[in-house]
């Protein structure tokens, strides 16, 4: 079984930066892509960034175009979310995600809170 731990969560002020991690307990070239979700209190799960693993295609939900970047350490088996420009509206547990090869089974990690406030 994959296992998915995150990193990097806090509290931080608006205009703020943080970086995500997620370590996978196997190849990030065993997923067909990875991705970071978030949800608020009362709110559902969300789609921030996806990457595949071959090609590098990355796709954002329209609130964090320009502010967030989503990559990855092959060697590490590691993935990141840089975060800039902080703002409240993104406080939330945010997980990593990795999709399979045949994009049948979607990997969750469980998940790391990130506070944006002053």
């Known amino acids: 079984q994959v296992q998915l731990v995150e990193f990097g969560g806090g509290l931080v002020q608006p205009g703020g930066s943080l970086r995500l991690s997620c370590a996978a307990s196997?190849?990030?070239?065993?997923?067909?892509?990875m991705g970071w979700y978030r949800q608020a209190p009362g709110k559902q799960r969300e789609l921030v960034a996806t990457?595949?693993?071959?090609?590098?295609?990355?796709n954002y939900t329209d609130s964090v175009k320009g502010r967030f970047t989503i990559s990855w350490d092959h060697p590490k088996n590691t993935l990141y979310l840089q975060m800039d420009s902080l703002k409240p509206e993104d406080t939330a547990l945010y997980y990593c995600?990795?999709?399979?090869?045949?994009?049948?089974?979607?990997?969750w990690g469980r998940g790391t809170q990130v506070t944006v406030s002053s």
């Open positions: 995600s990795g999709d399979s090869i045949n994009r049948r089974d979607r990997f």
């Open positions: 196997a190849t990030i070239f065993g997923f067909y892509a």
């Open positions: 990457i595949t693993t071959r090609g590098g295609s990355t």
